[in-house]
Every structure is written in C-alpha cells, then in structure tokens.
C-alpha cells in the first residue's frame, strides 16, 4: 500500500531564510508525486509534481522539490522564504494518469514564517 | 484551475439530520473526489467517482453516500449527520490521463 510521511508537523522560520520540508513515501513502483499548498480558507493548490525524468523538479512560486529514489523522498526546498509562504504544505504520492488513480496525502506540514 | 466551486461554503447543522454538499465542476473532467480535511490527519479519501453513475468508496466512507447524475455535479451525502463529520470538505476533479487533481475552496461543516 502506497503511504506519505510528512515528520514535521510544524515549521518555523524567518523571512529570508531558507526552507526545507521533509516528505518520505511507501510506493511499489516508480511513483506519482506532488506537493500542494493550501493557503488558509482555501483549496489546495499543486506547487509541483514529479514522475520521470531530471529528479530536481522546479514549481511555481520558486519552489523547487528533489526526487531521491534512495532515500524514498521528495524533499521541497526554497532559497528564501516570504511572509506569504505561510500556509498548509501537502505531499502526496499516486499511482499516476489511469483510472485507478488515487493519491495519497501525508498529514500536512505547518509552516509559520517569523517578520 | 477546474472551474470547480462547491456549495454550501459554510454550514452548521444538529446532529441527525440529512446533509448534502456539492460540488460543481466545468471542465468536463471524468474523474470526482470528496475528500474530509482534518487536523492531523491531512485529506482522506470519502468517495469518488470515475464517471456519470459510477462512484466507489474511499478510506472513510461509512456514513456519507454519494451520487453523480451529471458529469459536472457530485453530490455528498451525509444521511444522518454526527459530530465526529464536523470537518472540511474537499471536492476535486481529474481531466481523463492527467495525473493531476484541481481542489475546490471546501465546504466547512459544523455538527452540533
């Protein structure tokens, strides 16, 4: 059974600083995986996604995530972090485009950035 | 993002009665999802659906029922509502052979 394990339930920093988000996955083959970001009140909304090719994968708002098949994460990672990155950050893993296809989210990492 | 809204936004409901949520979508997407939002927990999977009358069960289906009569509405059901369903309630769509999914604002949901 595929499985996502986000250690850090809380994260806090400095504007500024940089950032790491720790994401660890269960998947019997070469996986799906995702990162979201939920914004509070709001949906969730896909930062960057990763299935082949070069394992650094870039995302928008300058987010970038490493695919370490050794290791089985996928680490998100930001040079420097802005107040408006606080928000709610998903990892998810899926089994990829057919129908079966149901993702599943870790718990969720917190991340509060200090002015 | 999916053109995808979800209704009511907020409600507040006493535990035994019926609830039902939606969730509508304009992009044609085949494939649906009701998600619960819970502190801790992250999103677990209620319900989805893979096309007009066709649904199956997620990881926390007992107590919710769901329908799909249109393939741009799927509707929640909460039958009897309790207060362990008080959540946040996620819809999301999936265009056929993409692998990415489109999440709707959610639906928070009180049971006193």
């Known amino acids: 059974a595929q499985s996502v394990t986000q250690p850090d339930i809380h994260i806090t920093v400095s504007e500024g600083a940089s950032l790491e988000l720790r994401c660890n996955y269960s998947?019997?083959?070469?996986?799906?995986l995702f990162w979201y970001v939920q914004s509070p009140g709001q949906g969730l909304q896909l930062l960057l996604k990763?299935?082949?090719?070069?394992?650094l994968v870039q995302g928008i708002k300058g987010f970038e995530a490493e695919f370490k098949r050794s290791q089985s994460s996928f680490n998100l990672r930001k040079p420097s972090v802005h107040w408006s990155d606080a928000a709610e950050y998903f990892c998810a893993v899926g089994g990829g485009r057919g129908g079966s296809y149901i993702p599943t989210f870790g718990r969720g990492t917190s991340l509060i950035v200090h002015p | 993002d999916a053109g995808i809204t979800q209704s009511p936004r907020h409600k507040v409901t006493e535990t035994g009665t019926p609830v039902t949520l939606r969730c509508h979508q304009t992009?044609?997407?085949?494939?649906m999802y009701w998600y619960r939002q819970d502190p801790g927990h992250g999103l677990r999977l209620i319900h989805y659906?893979?096309?007009?009358?066709?649904?199956d069960k997620g990881e926390v289906s007992d107590g919710y029922s769901v329908s799909r009569s249109k393939t741009e509405d799927f509707l929640l059901t909460l039958e009897s509502a309790t207060s362990s369903q008080t959540s946040v309630y996620f819809c999301?769509?999936?265009?056929?052979?993409?692998?990415?999914?489109?999440f709707g604002p959610g639906t928070r949901l009180t049971v006193l």
């Open positions: 999301a769509t999936r265009r056929e052979g993409a692998d990415t999914q489109y």
């Open positions: 998947y019997g083959a070469t996986p799906y």
């Open positions: 992009e044609n997407h085949r494939y």
């Open positions: 990763y299935f082949s090719g070069d394992t």
């Open positions: 659906s893979y096309g007009v009358k066709d649904t």
